[in-house]
């Protein structure tokens, strides 16, 4: 990582143990093969994707955002768009951008043929806009 919430030196816990600023660390409780309910920030783009407040998804990590950096994310122009029952983040996305959202899930575990998580649509659905905005500009 670099330059992440005008930090030139943010880091991942998990590549390089030595950094300064490790905006993503070690979880304090790992979230290895579990689900938990995750609760959706109205207005947001995943709140849209969802069409719901509260989703049960299937988790398989242990690292998350740095809870030392929140703050400074939520005065980011990025927001927290998805929190488990204790208020860590869960989803962040970028408000104004086509599609920027990360999750700490995997939404491809939930995805079956002929039925996309919603996420997964919601990202399909973005692309296939731009598609066609970009088409229009260059006609």
Same mark, same amino acid.
């Given at each position: 990582?670099?330059?992440?919430?005008?930090? %030139?030196? %943010?880091?991942? /816990?998990?590549?390089?143990? /030595?950094?300064?600023?490790?905006?993503?660390?070690?979880?304090?409780?790992?979230?290895?093969?579990?689900? !938990?309910?995750? !609760?959706?920030?109205?207005?947001?783009?995943?709140?849209?994707?969802?069409?719901?407040?509260?989703?049960? /998804? !299937?988790?398989?990590?242990? @690292?998350?955002?740095?809870?030392? @950096?929140?703050?400074?994310?939520?005065?980011?122009?990025?927001?927290?768009?998805?929190?488990?029952? %204790?208020?860590?983040?869960?989803?962040?996305?970028?408000?104004?951008?086509?599609?920027?959202?990360?999750?700490?899930?995997?939404?491809?575990?939930?995805?079956?043929?002929?039925?996309?998580?919603?996420?997964? %649509?919601?990202?399909?659905?973005?692309?296939?806009?731009?598609?066609?905005?970009?088409?229009?500009?260059?006609?």
């Amino acid at each position: 990582m670099r330059n992440v919430l005008g930090i %030139a030196d %943010a880091d991942h /816990e998990q590549t390089s143990l /030595e950094g300064t600023h490790l905006v993503i660390s070690k979880l304090a409780c790992s979230l290895e093969s579990t689900s !938990q309910e995750v !609760q959706v920030v109205s207005g947001t783009l995943a709140h849209r994707a969802y069409g719901a407040s509260t989703v049960m /998804e !299937q988790f398989n990590c242990s @690292y998350g955002l740095n809870p030392a @950096y929140r703050a400074q994310l939520e005065r980011s122009a990025m927001c927290i768009s998805g929190v488990d029952a %204790a208020g860590e983040a869960r989803i962040i996305e970028l408000p104004g951008h086509p599609f920027f959202l990360g999750t700490l899930y995997l939404p491809q575990l939930s995805s079956r043929r002929g039925a996309p998580h919603p996420l997964i %649509a919601a990202y399909l659905r973005a692309a296939q806009r731009q598609r066609t905005l970009s088409g229009k500009l260059t006609n």
